[in-house]
């Protein structure tokens, strides 16, 4: 049988895991259909599907990591800025370490940069230790945002 290039299989992959999702619905197999797709959609920038598809199964994921995930894209994507909050919450309930708790506190911060919150930004900004965090550049990068708004 030929192997199949990246994009190639990507493409099965999808249709894969579409049938997965349309023939056993209301199934654990489903659900974690609907997480992958979701993810695909996400990277790929189809932000209206991603944001359909992980809403429908976050909560219901079995597994840690990959709640952590939804979650912390639905923050990112979320248009209300208070979802946005809650869902970076869950992502932080569920993470595994430290440094994931570190990492959702600085994209949580990010995404208030984004919609101009300064004050809350900084307050979690300010509540991170960075002494040895790995995500100091992105804390940098965050607070260094934060810095010049208004």
Do not use: W
């Not at 248009?79 to 440094?99: G, I, P, Y």
């Not at 101009?116 to 002494?131: G, P, R, W, Y």
């Amino acid at each position: 049988m030929p192997s199949l290039v990246g994009s190639e299989m990507c493409i099965r992959d999808s249709l894969q895991l579409e049938s997965v999702v349309e023939d056993h619905s209301r199934t654990s197999a489903a659900t974690h259909a609907k997480f992958y797709i979701g993810r695909t959609a996400f990277i790929n920038g189809n932000n209206d599907k991603a944001l359909v598809l992980l809403s429908e199964s976050a909560s219901k994921l079995k597994y840690s990591t990959l709640k952590t995930e939804a979650y912390i894209m639905l923050g990112q994507l979320d248009t209300d800025v208070n979802k946005a909050m809650r869902f970076f919450d869950n992502a932080a309930k569920n993470a595994l370490s430290e440094n994931e708790v570190t990492y959702i506190s600085i994209l949580k911060a990010k995404r208030l940069v984004a919609d101009n919150d300064k004050v809350k930004a900084f307050e979690i900004l300010n509540s991170i230790d960075t002494e040895n965090s790995q995500y100091i550049e992105l804390f940098e990068e965050v607070y260094g945002t934060a810095l010049t708004l208004n």
